[in-house]
């Protein structure tokens, strides 16, 4: 199983633009890169998830290096409700009823005004 | 179309005590599971199960049963419920087949054991 280190929190302003890096240093080959958001009192909500290069979808952009040993989930100009806590997960999507997925601590996002 | 649904929404329990979490979900997705959160950390899976009655144990099983005997619900007890098990718990579903972008989340039921 893929381990990933991402910060523990970060502060931003609203209007800015958010970049959290994660590190998976042992991706494997099937591996794909998943973002959940997790705001307080809910439950997780999957928010982007790639295997290369770029994806982009109405909430934010996923960039990721040939080597695959890292991710930067983009979120563009961040409003006071985008404070919430960032999972990055490595794992193979494909596994059968299992989720072999790994939630960490997280990145706990704080937006200002 | 609810999505999927936790009841109850909190409980305090004494040590010794049993309860049973109910998970509900309307659609019609074959695999369900329950995670448990600790402060500061992340979702730790406990059981998991891809059809109706059939379960399997996650990462930290210990202190819990499951059962799924109809599609739309999955059920997890305590028997004797300890000051560990106090966390948030949060139940999730998934349609077979599909990635796991297609997994929803349960709003997580709050239980505390004193």
């Known amino acids: 199983l893929a381990k990933t280190t991402q910060p523990i929190s970060m502060d931003s302003y609203e209007g800015q633009e958010v970049n959290i890096t994660c590190s998976h240093n042992?991706?494997?080959?099937?591996?794909?890169i998943t973002w959940y958001q997790q705001f307080p009192s809910q439950g997780p909500r999957f928010i982007i998830q790639g295997y290369k290069t770029k994806v982009t979808n109405e909430v934010a952009s996923l960039f990721i290096p040939a080597d695959r040993k890292s991710s930067t989930l983009s979120l563009p100009r961040v409003s006071l409700s985008d404070t919430a806590v960032y999972y990055c997960l490595v794992g193979d999507i494909f596994s059968g009823g299992y989720n072999k997925l790994i939630f960490g601590a997280g990145t706990r996002l704080a937006v200002h005004p | 179309n609810a999505g999927v649904t936790q009841t109850p929404k909190f409980r305090v329990l004494k040590t010794g005590q049993s309860m049973t979490l109910l998970c509900a979900q309307d659609m019609n997705h074959e695999y369900m599971y329950w995670y448990r959160q600790d402060p500061g950390m992340g979702l730790r899976l406990i059981h998991y199960s891809v059809g109706e009655g059939t379960t399997a144990k996650g990462e930290v099983p210990d202190g819990y049963n499951v059962s799924r005997l109809k599609k739309q619900n999955f059920l997890l007890g305590l028997e004797s419920a300890a000051p560990s098990q106090t966390s948030v718990y949060f139940c999730?579903?998934?349609?077979?087949?599909?990635?796991?972008?297609?997994?929803?989340f349960g709003p997580g039921t709050r239980l505390l054991v004193l």
């Open positions: 999730a579903s998934r349609p077979r087949g599909q990635g796991i972008e297609t997994q929803y």
């Open positions: 042992n991706i494997a080959t099937n591996d794909y």
